[in-house]
């Protein structure tokens, strides 16, 4: 039986990692072969991506893509593409946030198959927490909306991959009428049987720089001042440990490899903070996506803020503190002067709900996104 294609479209650079989320290299699809196209360099410069990728480490610099440069030929390739293949659009939130729709246009024009992603949550303002910023948030979120709509051209997707009660309650009011939903565990969680707990861990987020700062804000700094962010970190650290007796692990993305320990020699590893995160007791971070997994493994969570950082960035930490794991966030600087003490309880019932609204519905079993999602695309070439 021949074989059609899934072509994976991201309109930005993007890692290996990232990408082997939705299609893991040493999976296969029965009755696909997976290839991958990007628009990257029709919205950034050379430049910009070239130093996207600068300090990435070579395995996570993604292969074997085809680099679509002009809108030409972007309309030319999708003419190859046949009536059974299919294109999952893995990203495009840069062509949606410019306004820019002619992808949209060329996939309806040429009544190309394409399956949307809806790739990240957005969490309900936990307005029991602190109501006057999460009505601050509320409003920021109605007019990003509106602006996004307002662009809209009422494109319906063949197939929309959704997660949680919440996804396929807002996919229902869209009220596509050609577009089948595909109700998946989320991406963000390894449902694979949690292990016994025995490790504290922190989510490092890379002290010194963000790679995506090339593509939106090369002016970003994480810190204004990382020597005194990272020593502060440190003497928290020591505080977590005497109540734990145990020395906390450092969790690395692959996204960058430091050149030597940072950490006062505390054990750092590269690409298993999922897998970390579902056998500790704590995990300590400040807003980093891995943190979802704490929610599936029913792990305290601490996030920290510090008075270095942005009043943004400052701002967002506050924001998952709350509405993920219903607690505040606190400055590392009032741990380290005793104002406050670390709160290590959790809300089970609060985790179970935003479990079920964004990562599991009811009806789906346990099991990794890759998995699942590969056994539904097989079936409609069946």
Same mark, same amino acid.
């Given at each position: $039986?021949?074989?059609?294609?899934? %072509?994976?479209?991201?309109d930005q650079p993007s890692g290996r990692q990232q990408?082997? +989320?939705?299609?893991?290299?040493?999976?296969?699809?029965?009755?696909?072969i997976v290839k991958y196209f990007t628009t990257e360099n029709m919205n950034f410069s050379k430049k910009d991506i070239l130093d996207y990728y600068k300090e990435t480490p070579k395995k996570d610099i993604p292969r074997n893509m085809l680099h679509i440069n002009n809108l030409s030929q972007f309309e030319n390739f999708l003419k190859t593409i046949s009536k059974n293949d299919l294109v999952f659009i893995r990203e495009r939130s840069f062509t949606q946030n410019k306004g820019k729709d002619y992808d949209l246009k060329l996939f309806k024009k040429y009544k190309v198959?394409? #399956?949307?992603?809806?790739?990240?949550?957005?969490f309900k303002c936990n307005f029991r927490k602190d109501f006057l910023l999460n009505i601050c948030r509320f409003i920021w979120k109605l007019i990003n909306s509106f602006r996004i709509n307002f662009f809209n051209n009422n494109y319906e997707p063949t197939y929309y991959v959704g997660s949680g009660e919440l996804e396929k309650k807002?996919?229902?009011?869209? &009220?596509?009428?050609?577009?089948?939903?595909?109700?998946?565990?989320? #991406?963000?969680?390894?449902?694979?049987k949690n292990i016994k707990k025995k490790y504290i861990v922190y989510i490092d987020?890379? #002290?010194?720089?963000?790679?995506?700062?090339?593509?939106? &804000?090369?002016?970003?700094?994480?810190?204004?001042?990382?020597?005194?962010?990272?020593?502060?970190?440190?003497?928290f650290f020591k505080i977590i440990e005497k109540q734990y007796n145990k020395k906390i692990i450092i969790?690395?993305?692959?996204?960058?490899?430091?050149?030597?320990? #940072?950490?006062?020699?505390?054990? $750092?590893? %590269?690409?298993?903070?999922?897998?970390?995160?579902?056998?500790?007791?704590?995990?300590?971070?400040?807003?980093?996506?891995?943190? %979802?997994?704490?929610?599936?493994?029913?792990?305290?969570?601490?996030?920290?803020?510090? +008075?270095?950082?942005?009043? +943004?960035?400052?701002?967002?930490?506050r924001f998952r503190s709350i509405t993920q794991f219903n607690k505040k966030s606190n400055y590392i600087e009032d741990y380290i002067k005793q104002k406050c003490k670390p709160d290590l309880s959790i809300d089970k019932l609060f985790y179970k709900k935003n479990l079920r609204n964004y990562f599991l519905t009811s009806n789906i079993k346990k099991e990794n996104f890759s998995k699942f999602f590969f056994?539904?695309?097989?079936k409609i070439s069946t």
């Open positions: $039986m021949k074989k059609n294609y899934i %072509y994976c479209y991201l990408l082997n +989320k939705v299609f893991p290299e040493n999976k296969k699809l029965k009755n696909y198959n394409t #399956i949307f992603f809806a790739y990240e949550p957005w807002t996919f229902k009011k869209k &009220n596509w009428k050609k577009t089948k939903y595909i109700d998946c565990p989320s #991406i963000w969680i390894d449902f694979s987020e890379n #002290i010194y720089f963000s790679r995506d700062q090339y593509l939106f &804000n090369r002016n970003y700094r994480k810190t204004s001042n990382p020597e005194l962010f990272l020593s502060d970190l440190l003497k969790c690395c993305s692959n996204k960058y490899e430091y050149k030597k320990n #940072i950490f006062e020699g505390r054990r $750092m590893t %590269y690409g298993k903070t999922l897998e970390l995160i579902s056998k500790s007791k704590l995990v300590i971070g400040h807003r980093s996506d891995s943190l %979802y997994q704490a929610i599936s493994s029913n792990t305290p969570v601490l996030l920290l803020k510090h +008075k270095t950082f942005s009043p +943004k960035r400052n701002l967002f930490i056994k539904e695309i097989d």
